[in-house]
Nanobody, 124 residues
């Protein structure tokens, strides 16, 4: 069973950047799908994007394209979410999730394993 650990959240001013990390210690990471999600207060959870660790292919939700970048470092069993030009509406708890990839890589995966989340707060 995979255990996912997020880190890197915090308080940042609008226009700033943060990089979140998702580490899956002690797990075979070479062929895995990692998704990033977020949930703002009073709102439903929404997808940010995902990455397939086998080839680094990524997918982003349309609303997340341009400011968010997902990357992987398989040697460290880690996936990163780089967030630039942050806005107050990006304030949310950010989660990473993992599971085996689908035939389409990380797209369309129903993730079974989830991290505990990390808070991102963007002040105006």
């Amino acid at each position: 069973e995979a255990r996912l650990e997020e880190s890197g959240g915090g308080l940042v001013q609008a226009g700033g950047s943060l990089r979140l990390s998702c580490v899956v210690p002690g797990f075979t990471f070479d062929d895995y799908a990692i998704g990033w999600f977020r949930q703002a207060p009073g709102k439903e959870r929404e997808g940010v994007g995902c990455i397939s660790t086998s080839d680094g292919s990524t997918y982003y939700e349309d609303s997340m394209k341009g400011r968010f970048t997902i990357s992987t470092n398989n040697a460290k069993n880690a996936v990163y979410l780089q967030m630039n030009n942050l806005k107050p509406e990006d304030t949310a708890v950010y989660y990473c999730a993992g599971d085996l990839p689908s035939d389409s890589g990380c797209y369309g995966v129903t993730y079974e394993y989830w991290g505990q989340g990390t808070q991102v707060t963007v002040s105006s």
